[in-house]
């Protein structure tokens, strides 16, 4: 008999048994790990309920989920925040299939507004989905400087410049410089910073398969800065910050290739380049590197709203509070930024 349960945040012999799950499963991200249950749980304050699909012979299928309740951005049900892939992980359409109608039906014990699946691939042509966000992935070749020679023209052109203006890379063992470079950064952007504990909790919870790469001046001043996940034989940038004058000298772009270099010299062979949206800077950007977009297939059950929810900074009702939010002291921002983006997972 196929049950489902919800794992219990303190029974870590059963969160093993699930991040062994996802370990296998074709269909699993790095999302679906268990620790992220405490990381919504303890640093943005979110009620989670992971449910697992379980028979007589052990799991057959995971559904992240965690309940965001917001008085400014709705009332969702979503697999799940802060992730850019989600929705069920499992080895067969009869525990997917149980695992979503689990879901739904918790979404309507909750009253909430929808639910939200962050899919790969398509699971329900005729729901509601969102069309707005594409990743990238592509093959990271054998031999070092195979890799650099695949990387277009013009983009191998400014990884060079960063090399001839004598930058360095380092992994960092801690999120001092990352956070200084990501809260600026985004500031510039006009969007709330996410706070540094998260960044600390997510180093001590994922170990080694969470790594912050900086990038240095010739006089030891930080300029770019990457934290990237480990899975499988992948490799994630996930968030990343820049100084101003990172782009001058080219230490974005060298920041990438260096990542890319050493994934291929520890023998990671995808490189996944993310999330972005269509018609965006970082989608052109990831554009000239080679890759070529892929959709995803953000899928919803519509409950107490006629259409999907847009809480991203494309939508332009959000337009001025972006242009006040840059105006803002970043010591400001940064104190009041965390109690806002915890609800735009």
Known sequence: ????????????????????FVQGCPNATFF???????????????????????DEHGLRGVLPLAHVH????????????????????????EAANALELAAQNLAQQLDVEHLEFRNVMQRHADWPAQDLYVTFRKEILPVVE????????????????????????????????????FADNVHRHGTP???????????????D??????????????????????????????????????????ANDF????????????????FDYGRSKRGTGSFSFKKNWGFEPQPLHYEYCLYKRDSIPQNNPSNAKYRLFIAAWRKMPIWLANRIGPHIVRNLG
């Open 1 to 20: 008999m196929l049950t489902i349960r919800t794992l219990d945040p303190a029974d870590h012999a059963t969160a093993r048994v699930w991040d062994e």
């Open 32 to 54: 679906h790990r268990a620790g992220w249950q405490g990381i919504l749980r303890d640093v943005f304050r979110h009620t989670t309920h992971y449910l697992y699909a379980q």
């Open 70 to 93: 917001s008085r400014l951005f709705g009332n969702a049900l979503v697999a799940q925040p802060f992730a850019v892939y989600g929705g069920v992980a499992a080895n067969d359409d």
């Open 146 to 181: 195979d890799n650099l020679a695949a990387i277009p023209r013009k983009q191998r052109a400014m990884v060079r410049k960063g090399i001839k203006n004598g930058l360095s890379s380092t992994v960092d063992r801690d999120s001092r410089h990352f956070f200084a470079l």
């Open 193 to 207: 910073a996410l706070p540094k504990k998260y960044f600390d909790t997510l180093l001590a919870t994922f170990g």
């Open 209 to 250: 398969d969470c790594e912050i790469l900086t990038v240095y001046g010739p006089d030891g001043q930080p300029l770019s800065s990457v934290l990237s996940f480990y899975f499988r034989d992948e490799v994630l940038p996930y968030y990343a910050g820049d100084d101003e004058s990172a782009r001058h000298l080219a």
């Open 255 to 270: 920041k990438y290739w260096e990542l890319m270099r050493r994934a291929c010299e520890r023998g990671i062979r995808v």
